[in-house]
Nanobody, 122 residues
Framework: QVQLVESGGGLVQAGGSLRLSCAAS????????MRWYRQAPGNQRELVAS???????TYADSVKGRFTITRDNDKRTVYLEMSSLKPEDTAVYYC????????????????WGQGTQVTVSS
């Protein structure tokens, strides 16, 4: 069984910084793309940033220059470094990963974490 567990959310003032982490565990053969999404109340879930297994990154326009996504393949962990935070960044942040498993079958599945709340006060 595979799990993604996020941590690092919290309350921060506008202009501040936070670092989110998401660790994968379980019967994992390999991890391909990893992503961070966010969902604010009343809004659809949106893609914030993604990173391939080779470290190629993409960002939503709204966070370019402020957020940085990285990963540690040995630790099976993806990070989201957030700086110059704005009240509109307030949301539940979810990590997401494409993971190859060998049990019960050899296949790739997309897994989600449970989410971590980020609140930016003005």
């Amino acid at each position: 069984q595979v799990q993604l567990v996020e941590s690092g959310g919290g309350l921060v003032q506008a202009g501040g910084s936070l670092r989110l982490s998401c660790a994968a565990s379980g019967s994992i053969f390999s991890i391909n793309d990893m992503r961070w999404y966010r969902q604010a109340p009343g809004n659809q879930r949106e893609l914030v940033a993604s990173i391939t297994s080779d470290g190629i990154t993409t960002y939503a326009d709204s966070v370019k220059g402020r957020f940085t996504i990285t990963r540690d393949n040995d630790k099976r962990t993806v990070y989201l470094e957030m700086s110059s935070l704005k009240p509109e960044d307030t949301a539940v942040y979810y990590c997401n990963a494409d993971i190859k498993v060998t049990r019960p079958i050899a296949a790739q599945f997309r897994y989600w974490g449970q989410g971590t709340q980020v609140t930016v006060s003005s």
